[in-house]
T-cell receptor, first 111, second 115 residues
Framework: GQQVMQIPQYQHVQEGEDFTTYCNSSTTLSNIQWYKQRPGGHPVFLIQLVKSGEVKKQKRLTFQFGEAKKNSSLHITATQTTDVGTYFCAGKSQAGTALIFGKGTTLSVSS | EPEVTQTPSHQVTQMGQEVILRCVPISNHLYFYWYRQILGQKVEFLVSFYNNEISEKSEIFDDQFSVERPDGSNFTLKIRSTKLEDSAMYFC?????????????FGPGTRLLVL
């Protein structure tokens, strides 16, 4: 079945450093969505990418969708302690309704 | 801002018992989902539901699981005879489209512990 891989599993950075998490799907996706989950919380929708090669920005966060619509990345510039949490990518196939989540990247930030 | 709500927030049950997890989706949403997350692991799709029937289900969603929309507001997940490995956080989600461009909004989850 469809699989979504995400690396790294954990990342620790000093406040102010940049952070990137990468997501790769075994199949072509109709879209990719990114969620953030704080410890003890639930996944909160961040953004959705639909078009091949699409790049979207939200303040210090930059999201990219690959040309082949099989990979994606999330880059955070100048991390802050409020960025702490687990970032999940979730892909959806052309036919399905299910979101297939990656395992997530847990980001910790020390000040 | 409208939110998905779930009750209870925590549920402890004995193995073999039935549990019902409840969700109130966002009011104008028509597509409903259940996901689960075993502690420390990724979020896994269980089932999607539209127009009073299951649209899609995963391998996890076996005969022990069922979903229902008993009235106009609630959406429930029933586990008929719980197993230890059913211990997880269960998230309900809803959306107002079923298309590939939909955004699914997640509830706060129910933490289920099976002893």
């Amino acid at each position: 079945g469809q699989q979504v891989m995400q690396i790294p599993q954990y990342q620790h950075v000093q406040e102010g450093e940049d952070f990137t998490t990468y997501c790769n799907s075994s199949t072509t996706l109709s879209n990719i969505q990114w969620y953030k989950q704080r410890p003890g919380g639930h996944p909160v929708f961040l953004i959705q990418l639909v078009k091949s090669g699409e790049v979207k920005k939200q303040k210090r966060l930059t999201f990219q969708f690959g040309e082949a619509k099989k990979n994606s990345s999330l880059h955070i510039t100048a991390t802050q302690t409020t960025d702490v949490g687990t970032y999940f990518c979730a892909g959806k196939s052309q036919a399905g309704t299910a979101l297939i989540f990656g395992k997530g990247t847990t980001l910790s930030v020390s000040s | 801002e409208p939110e998905v709500t779930q009750t209870p927030s925590h549920q402890v049950t004995q193995m073999g018992q039935e549990v019902i997890l409840r969700c109130v989706p966002i009011s104008n949403h028509l597509y409903f989902y259940w996901y689960r997350q075993i502690l420390g692991q990724k979020v896994e799709f269980l089932v999607s539901f539209y127009n009073n029937e299951i649209s899609e289900k995963s391998e996890i969603f076996d005969d022990q699981f069922s979903v229902e929309r008993p009235d106009g507001s609630n959406f429930t997940l029933k586990i008929r005879s719980t197993k230890l490995e059913d211990s997880a956080m269960y998230f309900c989600a809803s959306s107002n489209q079923g298309s590939y461009q939909e955004t699914q909004y997640f509830g706060p989850g129910t933490r289920l512990l099976v002893l």
